[in-house]
């Protein structure tokens, strides 16, 4: 049962309100990072939102009502059921930065009994705020973000605590929905980016198709080994596309992971053997430098596939004519490091700044007049990442070359073994 008694006592002592010294949070920094995620700053009225704060307004019978949040220089009004006109006020002329420092309802039955707020503009102005009560909007995470709170042009006696208590109410009420559309966001985003990793896969095996058939129309009698690889790459897409629909409701990412032994050098081998052809039509090179005693590594084969192939066909893509592409894999402590180095048209800074971001567009372009979606480095660092490992690129400029890196741990943690240790 709630104790009533405790919490008037705990406001009878604010009749005068007494300021803090320091008015932002220690954890300021995250708190603002949690308001960012649910993107509400500087949008639209709504009328979900506008309601709560009537309620407020008519429960305690006061002018104003609103609905705020507290941004890093100033406060926001998502519901603004006042005579003010504006939308957002600086936030230390606001009542609401204070209130969010504490984790109880703030009551100041009369700010002109606190000589502190006297310098507030919202307090001293004709029609000011003589009278507030803001409960703060508390995320799951501990974070106060902003308030639910109502003021009025004259001071009022202590509200009892039944109203206090329904106001802290509609205050959760307020987070529940911030963090319902929150969730809903993350899960369409991730159907989002689930569809575009599947699509994104499915181009390879296409490509082999593709591939199969070309060689074929050149040498027909190679049709009967080129159908198993065509029948192979379809089985391929099929079993892909089966898999995603299979994962599509996860929310561990982990847990798209199918963990094997998988030898890198024959992995490797087939690479170089089936883009040969396509680097051919450029006259390129591929030199393969693969350790000789190169142990087995455990990932998701399909995984590190694409991530290879991905690799191998950008520096075939952006690399000119007449050129070499080196690949190397080799041992490094508890890790194996791969580097894929062409010499085409490299990077600059912009480009480096957003070389693995979806969609990003770069200054290099194709060579062969091929096609590019966007998304295959992008997919890449997220496939690297999901083995715990790492994957970054150098250039040393323009028409210099590029030099992509990846480090993979050769044993595969899940999830249960992080933090443990020998």
């Not at 502190?116 to 009560?133: N, Q, S």
């Not at 995320?139 to 009025?152: H, I, Q, S």
């Not at 159907?191 to 198709?209: F, G």
């Not at 391929?236 to 996860?250: F, P, R, T, V």
């Amino acid at each position: 049962m709630y104790n009533w008694h405790h919490l008037r006592i705990s406001y009878i002592n604010r009749m005068t309100y007494s300021k803090p010294s320091v008015i932002i949070p220690k954890n300021d920094r995250e708190r603002l990072e949690k308001l960012r995620e649910y993107r509400i700053l500087d949008t639209h009225s709504e009328d979900t939102f506008d309601k709560i704060a009537l309620m407020a307004s008519q429960l305690f019978g006061t002018a104003a009502a609103f609905i705020t949040f507290v941004d890093e220089n100033r406060v926001f009004f998502k519901s603004n059921l006042s005579p003010v006109p504006a939308n957002e006020v600086p936030r230390d002329e606001s009542l609401c930065a204070l209130a969010i420092l504490e984790d109880n309802v703030t009551v100041i039955c009369d700010t002109h009994n606190s000589p502190e707020l006297l310098t507030y503009p919202y307090v001293v102005m004709e029609g000011g705020i003589r009278f507030y009560a803001g409960a703060p909007l508390k995320t799951p995470e501990g974070y106060n973000v902003g308030t639910l709170c109502v003021a009025d042009s004259e001071p009022h006696p202590m509200p009892d605590p039944t109203k206090i208590e329904m106001l802290r109410t509609l205050a959760t009420i307020v987070v529940d929905k911030l963090e319902n559309r929150l969730r809903y966001r993350k899960s369409v985003e991730s159907q989002i980016n689930l569809m575009n990793i599947a699509l994104h896969e499915i181009k390879n095996p296409l490509a082999s198709i593709k591939l199969a058939n070309e060689i074929i129309s050149k040498n027909p009698a190679s049709m009967e080994k080129m159908t198993e690889n065509i029948k192979s790459a379809v089985i391929n897409i099929q079993k892909k596309l089966g898999d995603y629909l299979a994962h599509s409701e996860m929310e561990e990412r982990d847990e798209l992971l199918t963990v094997e032994e998988v030898d890198l050098r024959d992995m490797f081998n087939r690479l170089v053997n089936n883009f040969e052809l396509l680097a051919g039509r450029k006259k390129q090179i591929i030199e393969l430098y693969v350790d000789e005693q190169l142990p087995p590594i455990e990932a998701d084969r399909e995984k590190i596939l694409d991530v290879l192939h991905n690799l191998l066909s950008n520096a075939i893509k952006y690399s000119y004519p007449n050129t070499v592409i080196k690949v190397s894999a080799r041992e490094a402590g508890n890790y194996v490091h791969i580097e894929v180095k062409d010499q085409g048209q490299g990077l600059n800074f912009q480009d480096m700044q957003k070389l693995f971001t979806k969609f990003a567009k770069l200054s290099s372009k194709p060579t062969g007049k091929e096609t590019s979606t966007g998304l295959g480095l992008s997919i890449t660092k997220s496939f690297v990442e999901l083995h715990k490992g790492n994957i970054y690129a150098m250039s040393p400029g323009k028409d210099r070359g590029t030099t992509f890196i990846v480090s993979l741990p050769f044993r595969h943690r899940m999830p249960a073994e992080e933090g443990t240790h020998a």
